[in-house]
């Protein structure tokens, strides 16, 4: 494994890890203590739904609880640069490209890894070799349902926007990304 990629689902309101997200970040200190990881990406640039001024990244929060558990015996680069799960893998492409990592684990939660899946396989080419470890996060009812149903819009306006982006889009989908703020 040459990097691991974190997608970021947001900071609670007083600048805390949510339990799913904390999860997430203990399992890739797992895997760092029993074989080094050369390189973790926590990407996102946001807090929840909408963008918070005045806050640091929650790539930022990602990033310091790693350093502070792993207690700086880890590589941890940032993307706060996206506000969707499609940038959070354009703008961590950037990053593998600039490490050369071509074998690459992401880690989400068990309903988003379709998407993920799909987005990779619109953003990546075959040089690159991806795995996959979804959490499961406990929901209540209601928020199962919500959760497959956000996922479900989510697929349907993803094949939309690769379909517009390749068909109408004079721009680079990087640029595209910073001037637009899609939420999927």
């Known amino acids: ?9 947001g900071v609670d309101a007083d600048g805390s890890l949510p339990e799913i ?12 203590s029993q074989q080094p990881i050369p390189l973790v990406i926590v990407s996102g ?19 310091n609880y790693l350093k502070e558990q792993a207690q700086g015996n880890i590589t941890v680069e940032l993307e706060d640069q996206s506000l969707d799960t499609i940038g959070n893998l354009v703008f961590s492409k950037q990053i ?12 989400s939660t068990v309903p988003h890894l379709g998407r993920v899946q799909y ?7 075959s040089s690159y070799h991806f795995t996959y ?18 996922e ?20 680079d989908l990087a640029t595209c990304l910073r001037q637009h703020h899609f939420m999927y």
């Open 1 to 9: 494994m040459d990097a691991v990629i974190i997608l970021g689902k």
């Open 21 to 32: 997200v904390q999860h997430e970040l203990d399992y890739v200190l797992r895997l760092h």
């Open 45 to 63: 640039r946001q807090w929840g739904l909408e963008p918070v001024r005045d806050h640091v990244s929650e790539a930022v929060v990602m990033a």
């Open 96 to 107: 593998l490209d600039a490490h050369q990592a071509k074998y690459i684990l992401v880690v």
């Open 119 to 125: 987005l990779v396989s619109q953003l990546f080419d």
């Open 133 to 150: 470890h979804g959490h499961q996060h406990v929901y209540t009812p209601l928020e199962y349902v919500h959760t497959w149903h956000y």
């Open 152 to 171: 479900l819009c989510s697929r349907v306006y993803a094949r939309w926007f690769f379909w517009k982006f390749r068909h109408q889009s004079s721009q």
